[in-house]
């Protein structure tokens, strides 16, 4: 590393980076400033106004649109004699296959979701080409090479399971403001304002008592004679009032626990809804349906405000009112939207509704907000810095520098005096599947187990793969792509219904099955072991895949259920769509300067922590979903994942 | 606090940062009034990550005209003498700075700041030197601690791939989190006495620990030799390398230090490289953003008292160099 500055590697370098938001921005400064010429940058997002205090390329006047566009433009002002390729898409588009990542020296990850970064992991190790990944979240960020056969790639080590909660904790027995949240988001607000289709919990209770009032009526419809508001007083009646005397009538939950009270509208807000500033009809007159707000309509400042009991019902109630009077042609389509004001309100006033009769302390829209739409907490400060490490080590694999190669911690809290920490990086992980081919074992019963089972729970949600060929020896049984013929297809989706040991080629105990990504180039050969009986609180899945990664040590929470304890890898990977709020502490003895990586352990919080060397792999933006985990002995044994 | 709420649009835009320092703080910063001096790289860095934050004011002091080194590593100016021929480094500065946020107020100071008085200095909260004479620095940093309210001094310097920052906070008083023996989180009040610049240069290096950042040791070399030979900073060359290390020798022989504490190496990478390194700005400006916005919001422990950065260890150190007795 005789010299950093402006050396002819950099001058010659193409370098792609992905994500041009928060790490992204400050990147593409950092790496014009630093003299490289030919940048291209893959991002499919679009600007906002919340990324505005930290995306500082951007400005007001270009949210909504591409932030790759505008980034290039913005950079280009300072540095006009560089060259910057945008791309305003998905990374996982075919059209960034394997040839196209062989043309660059080194690609530098600047995302926000683990799907992506698994997927632009893969297509690294196949093209050969050096990856400098890294993550930010509030003060504490993390920079990271990989290199194949030399680092360890970003899936040798195992990830963190995503936040699931027992459906039964959500639907009868909350104690955090968390679990009202769920509820009102992934229950309430899908039911009544998503797909009426979809399964959904939020009647388990009084539909297995089977004495619903409404004789099999579905409670959640609109009657033809009912006004909004009276609609809205027979709902909120249902869920906070009726719902919780039915639950309450099954003396065995409530033995330890503090009982919860029904609540009624017409004792929380006697009178009609009646509004202090502006009214439905004014709302209604907007083009705009993200301006419709019931903080707006009820004269509600302050999105810090923790409301009343009263201001909540009276939340619920206008919110729902206004869903109708204004956006009714989107009901039976919506999905909970942290962007979406109307449904925030709802979310907020309908979780503290039901935080007031368990007597959870109630919260703020903006705290409300913030849980619902898994809001990554982000600052510009900690963004510029982790840039300006990936640049450092950018400029280290041009130069073939590999004895230098660092990861490096941005720590809030000093350890050792020290804020910013390298670590030499660790070695690949032999039993890694992805970089280093190593095969898999998955424990399933073949007789009841479909193929779609396993298609969606471990090719798409542990593999990571986008679009799977499944081979047993040379018979085909699965396989994704847009050029096939419409009696493959056919096929194929008998397949999926099929178990496993009644496929064409039956799969049973002793086969080796290989599983195939043709745009990531990866292949994973995986050996089949029989099983009959599965665990189901630990192996909800009713499989197990082992031989790549161990799973992460225990859960912290009670009420936390990390998805299958006991060995079983889908603990260590999230599924698709799952940000990482990724916290590994590493306890003060671990040898941090060695090759070899300890088994870290894992802390599904972020707070803390402080004394601690944290790994962190996070994303500074984007949105999350919970997992709603079955362990209700009474409750269908399922897992169950709800938008 | 004051009671006074965060507009509908502050909440908006800096809506991911309230949700790691809290409305609280926010606030605070909004009320803050920062000066800078001396508008490099490692300056303009910081001046965004503080614009960005959403600070009450940024005042911008640099009556310097653009250099091919000012622009080489500063994406405030663009590299077009149309627009930056006839204008100070403050006033090419000031004007990208205001796009970035429009609720900050950006403005120019022209003069020679070491011949400001003590009540221009009382209008601000935090004051931030690059760039300048050892002389300077001091000066800036009495001026402060001689006013009735305090005011947070900060240096900030970037050579090859290292950077340095110095803190005085004088006395200052914060709030932390912590767990209480019950393992819940409450929040402690803590006090720091920091030294002045001074104070904190003119300890007896071989009082200091063993393994202070030899950094620490080479940027004082640097700047005694620049003092020496009445140079500006940055004003130095390879021809210069001799004298400075025969400086280097002759001071740490006056301070009882065994010479190996400084590696020659070193001082040739801070002569050579006088030109800021693009990354190490944006790690150094990062950090001390991040310092001056725990110093305005009183949350956090602020690091006292030098923070060093070097690439080519890429470790970033923090080190307490005070007299003994504070
Ligand atoms: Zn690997």
Redesign the pocket.
Known sequence: MASLHHSSAVKAAKVLMVGAGGIGCELLKTLALSGFQDIHIIDMDTIEVSNLNRQFLFRQSHVGQSKAMVARDAVLRFRPNISITPYHANVKDSDFNVEFFKQFNVVLNGLDNLEARRHVNRLCLAAEVPLVESGTTGFLGQVTVHAKGKT??Y??QPKPAPKTYPVCTITSTPSKFVHCIVWAKDLLFAKLFGDKNQENDLNVRSSDASNSPENGEDVFERRDNENIEQYGRRIYDHVFGYNIEVALSNQETWKNRNRPKPIYSRDVLPGKLNHQNGNVDKSCATDDLSSVSTMASLGLKNPQDVWSLAENTRVFLESLKLFFASREKEIGNLSFDKDDQLAVEFVTAAANIRAASFGIPLHSLFEAKGIAGNIVHAVATTNAVVAGLIVIEAIKVLKKDIDNYRMTYCLEHPSKKMLLMPVEPFE??KS?C???KSPLSLEINTHHSKLRDFVEKIVKAELGMNSPIIMHGVTLLYEVGDDLEEDMIANYTANLEKVLSELPSSVIGGTMLTVEDLQQELTCNIYIKHREEFDEEKEPDGMVLSGWTQAPLEKKDDNKKLVGNGGSTSTALPTEGQKEVELVEISEETEISGKKRKQPGISGDETNNHNEIQKLDVVDDGEDDLVILDQCDIDKKKKKRLQ | MDGEELTEQETALYDRQIRVWGADAQRRLSKSHILVYGMKGTVAEFCKNIVLAGVGSLTLVDDRAVTEDALSSNFLIPPNENVYAGKTLAELCCNSLKEFNPMVRVSVEKGDLSRFGGDFFDKFDIVIVSCCTRMTKKLINEKCRKLSKRVAFYTVDCRDYCGEIFVDLQKYIYTKKKLDENNQPTTVECELQYPSFQESISVPWRKLPRRVSKLYFAMRVIESFEEAEGRNPGEISMEDLPAVLKLKKELCEAQSMNESHIPNALLERLVMGKREFPPVCAIIGGILGQEVIKAISGKGDPLQNFFFFDAMDGKGVIEDISPPNV
């Open positions: 360890e790639c899936e040798c690949p992980n890694c992805v970089c280093s």
